[in-house]
């Protein structure tokens, strides 16, 4: 079946360091890509996505491209904030028909020292 | 526009006692979605309603956890004798039909402690 497996954390790093998040996965078909993330006490939110090979999803400074070739979609962002302390979830679907469920990883907690 | 609300936001119960989440998905939202994520792990699908039918209950773990939706508004998630192994946070989600998934709403989710 589907599955996806990203960075264990908890990740720290310090205000407007480079972060990456490792995301990759497994699919039987061709599926949608996603990054959700989860603010302290607040639900998940979608932060970006991606279709297709080589499609680049990016939000509020986020990028991830969805390769096909390395079965990845890495989250990166150039230099983080205080205010990007949440943890960060890879997630997939595939076409169904309506019920598009998703199959998430572990997540990644990750806190910004100021 | 309100969110998707879930209540209660914490739970502490023992072992073998009865719990019901509450689920509001967002006004017209006819899809409805239960996860749930155990101790620090990847957050799974429980199940699928659409209005008020069980779409896909695949994901269900077992007959002691039993959702409905009756009326196809609100959705209760009972967990029935509830086990050590079902603490986790469950999440509910909800979309318009024919949405894909970046029209997917998420709740806060549901700190279910089984002592």
């Known amino acids: 079946g589907d599955s996806v497996t990203q960075m264990e954390g908890p990740v720290t790093l310090s205000e407007e360091a480079f972060l990456t998040i490792n995301c990759t996965y497994t699919?039987?078909?061709?599926?949608?890509l996603f990054w959700y993330v989860q603010y302290p006490g607040e639900g998940l939110q979608l932060l970006l996505k991606?279709?297709?090979?080589?499609d680049k999803g990016s939000n509020k400074g986020f990028e991830a491209t969805y390769r096909k070739e390395t079965t990845s979609f890495h989250l990166e962002k150039g230099s983080v904030q205080v205010s990007d302390s949440a943890v960060y979830f890879c997630a997939l679907s595939e076409p169904n028909f309506g019920n598009e469920k998703l199959t998430f990883g572990t997540g990644t907690r990750l806190t910004i020292i100021p | 526009e309100a969110g998707v609300t879930q209540f209660p936001s914490h739970s502490v119960i023992e072992k073998g006692q009865t719990v019901t989440l509450r689920c509001d998905p967002i006004?017209?939202?006819?899809?409805l979605y239960w996860y749930r994520r155990v101790m620090g792990k990847e957050i799974k699908f429980l199940l699928h309603?659409?209005?008020?039918?069980?779409?896909?209950e695949s994901g269900m773990p077992n007959n002691r956890f039993l959702a409905e939706r009756t009326g196809g508004t609100y959705s209760t998630l009972k967990v029935q004798p509830a086990e050590l192994e079902d603490s986790g946070v469950y999440f509910c989600a909800s979309s318009q039909v024919g949405q894909a998934n970046e029209k997917l709403f998420f709740g806060s989710g549901t700190q279910l402690s089984v002592l």
């Open positions: 991606a279709t297709k090979a080589d």
């Open positions: 006004s017209g939202h006819d899809n």
């Open positions: 699919a039987t078909g061709y599926p949608s």
């Open positions: 309603f659409v209005k008020e039918s069980k779409q896909d």
